[in-house]
């Protein structure tokens, strides 16, 4: 993985915690360009490409859920971490609400921090260099992974990375019992509550993507998972 080539939005009003971890970051071999409020940080988002965003919450003027939310208005796709002291179980549901796609608590590691960052860079790697994988039919929708657009009868939806992982996984294993743990474990990386939490939140959104085609049912298994029943295709 070619790390001089990925760029990272990071939005961090501590200046000597921005300091450290963007210095790592560097050393890692990633591009950083950082910002103290989210204004700026906004108005750079519109004219350069970035590959990942690090936000904190607590920032001067536009906090860090606002910005979130205003990134997914202009791109539906690039993953937004949380980098946060804020350990608030509401707090974090409300950071997934905007559309985020992961949440570290402060203090965290650098560890922790590239290991997250690397979990969505290989996704991104092995969806790109996977043809064969593109484009799949659910139901009466068309889910293509590489692009994330989710084709069906209400028009196209652009899926973030953690709600086409989400659903690539539940399709990949469709009509079988999955258990929260196993679903957690392969998109989330961790089954800690508060990503049981977050899983909650994403399986809303998908009945919503889903519900123009009435073949299509997202079952929640009381006590143990999901279940994603999908009609026959044709040809099946």
């Not at 860079?121 to 692009?147: C, E, T, W």
């Not at 977050?198 to 998972?225: K, T, W």
Request: hydrophobic residues 40%.
């Amino acid at each position: 993985m070619n790390r001089t080539n990925t760029h990272i939005l990071y939005v961090e009003d501590d200046e000597f915690l921005a300091f450290v971890t963007r210095d790592n970051l560097e050393r890692h071999g990633f591009v950083v360009r950082h910002f103290t409020s989210g204004n700026p940080a906004l108005d750079c988002f519109r004219t350069e490409s970035f590959d990942i965003c690090l936000l904190d919450v607590m920032l001067p003027g536009m906090d860090g859920f606002s910005l979130a939310e205003r990134i997914r208005q202009l791109n539906q796709h690039i993953p937004i971490l949380f980098l946060t002291a804020r350990a608030l179980k509401e707090d974090k549901l409300s950071g997934f609400a905007t559309g985020a796609d992961d949440y570290i608590t402060k203090p965290f590691s650098i560890e922790e921090l590239l290991l997250r960052i690397e979990v969505f860079l290989k996704r991104s790697m092995i969806v790109r260099n996977d043809p064969a994988d593109r484009s799949r039919a659910i139901g009466r929708y068309r889910f293509d992974q590489h692009s994330r657009n989710l084709d069906g009868p209400g028009g196209q939806r652009k899926l973030t990375r953690r709600e086409a992982d989400l659903l690539r996984f539940l399709a990949d294993h469709a009509n079988q019992r999955l258990r929260r743990e196993d679903i957690l474990r392969a998109v989330w990386d961790t089954d800690d509550y508060f990503s049981g939490r977050s899983l909650d939140v994403f399986i809303s959104r998908m009945r919503r993507y889903l519900a123009d085609d009435p073949a299509i049912q997202l079952e929640n298994i009381h006590g143990q998972g999901f279940c994603l029943h999908l009609p026959p295709q044709l040809g099946d």
